[in-house]
């Protein structure tokens, strides 16, 4: 499977853009991009998902880079309830077996 | 509440006790999955059910017995577990198909092995 890279942990400023990158430089053509966050004593959600387009909803923005290479997850506008494990996975749901794997993801602080 | 519904949410059981976790959902999916979640490490798969059938099995230990009766129900059988087995068990379920469906998980079940 693809792996991904992020950053152990980030810190915002509430009301302010958060930006957490992520690289999957060994990426396939057919692999989603996914990310999930975990708040404490919680369970992973759903945040948002693509594959070669930038995605919108009303949770988050994920610009995806014209070669796939890295991707970039986007709070417009950080708050204290955003501070979380955030997770990017790629995915491939037509190989058999392709379940969601998660890494360590990026720690994000929100600082009132 | 998220469509997952997990019990109990804490758990303290000794080491010779047998004691069962449950899952349920009614999101009309037919993929349910385990993962085990340990202090300060990534989550971990477990199980996976496609259809109530057992389709993964991630090198898991005997003592985690699992039960899927139906698509809406999973079950975790827990008996002569270790300290080291303590950590938030997660189910979450999926549709599954052609198209690149998410995960819906519970809120987890915290297990402490005395």
């Known amino acids: 499977d693809a792996k991904t890279t992020q950053p152990n942990s980030m810190e915002s400023n509430e009301e302010e853009p958060v930006h957490l990158p992520c690289n999957h430089s060994t990426i396939s053509g057919t692999d989603y991009i996914h990310w999930y966050r975990q708040l404490p004593s919680q369970g992973p959600e759903y945040v948002i998902h693509g594959l070669t387009s930038n995605v919108n909803n009303r949770m988050a923005s994920l610009a995806i880079a014209e070669d796939r290479k890295s991707s970039t997850l986007i709070l417009h506008r950080a708050t204290l309830r955003d501070a979380a494990v955030y997770y990017c996975i790629l995915r491939d749901v037509r190989r058999a077996g392709n379940q969601f794997y998660f890494g360590t993801g990026t720690s994000l602080t929100v600082i009132p | ?114």
């Open chain 2, 1 to 114: 509440e998220t469509g997952v519904t997990q019990t109990p949410r804490h758990l303290v059981m000794g080491m010779t006790n047998k004691k069962s976790l449950k899952c349920e959902q009614h999101l009309g999916h037919n993929a349910m999955y385990w993962y085990k979640q340990s202090a300060k490490k990534p989550l971990e798969l477990m199980f996976v059910y496609n259809f109530k059938e057992q389709t993964e099995n991630n090198s898991v230990p005997s003592r985690f017995s699992p039960e899927c009766p139906n698509s809406s129900h999973l079950f975790l059988h827990l008996h002569t577990l270790q300290p080291e087995d303590s950590a938030l068990y997660l189910c979450a379920s999926s549709a599954t198909g052609v198209a690149d469906y998410g995960y819906t998980f519970g809120s987890g079940t915290r297990l402490t092995v005395v």
